[in-house]
Structure formats: C-alpha cells, structure tokens
C-alpha cells in the first residue's frame, strides 16, 4: 500500500478501517489551518437524519478496497458526528482530537477553529 498525497482525489471513494472493514464514502476533507495537511474527513451517515461523522486521514493509505485509515470501523462508529446543515463548530474540534488520541491545540486566530473544509 501507498501512502495517499492528494486526498482531494479520493473524494466520493470507499472508505475502509485498518482492517478493510466499509466505512462509507469519503465526502468532504478538513485540512489544519496553519500547516493545510488533511487531518479529517467526513462521511455521511443515517437514512432520515443525515449526519457526518469525521474519520482521521494522517497516514491513509491506497488499498484494492479504498482509502484505507488507520482507526477501526468502531472508533468511527464511536466518533463525534455533526448534522449535516450545522458544519463543524470551534468547540466540536476539541472532542474530535481527543476522541482518536490527536493532539490538540486551538489555532491562535480570533475563531480558535484548527480546522476547515477543502
């Protein structure tokens, strides 16, 4: 397996845990705001009450299945997840970090967000 450098180009592809599990479809990408290294991506889940669920991309690598994460298909099940129309918000960044063991640090903006959608 490779390691992915243009995330940007697995958008709408299969996304698979570290042991090939599905996890869904890779729809949006959220890039560090001061280094604009992809840290999350999003996917989107539930039938009637659409939500995303964030999924950490460090390390993603190219596999016959998909983009393949480091996490397990339960720590994204377990993951914070957001409505779909509500975007991610500064205070939802802090429990996404702690929630897959990532160090975190607000950005030293006036918003605090480490965070955007590219």
Partial sequence: MVEVDNLA???GREL?????DKIGKLED???DTETEQPM???VKEGLIGKHLTFVP???ATASPDGLRIAA???QVKDAPNIDQDAGLAADDENDLYRHYGIA????PTASGRR???R
């Fill in 9 to 11: 180009d697995w958008r």
């Fill in 16 to 20: 698979v845990d570290r042991d090939g």
């Fill in 29 to 31: 990408i959220y890039v």
């Fill in 40 to 42: 999350f991506g999003s």
């Fill in 57 to 59: 991309l460090t390390g």
């Fill in 72 to 74: 397990s298909k339960e």
């Fill in 104 to 107: 975190y640090t607000p950005a």
């Fill in 115 to 117: 965070l955007a959608r």
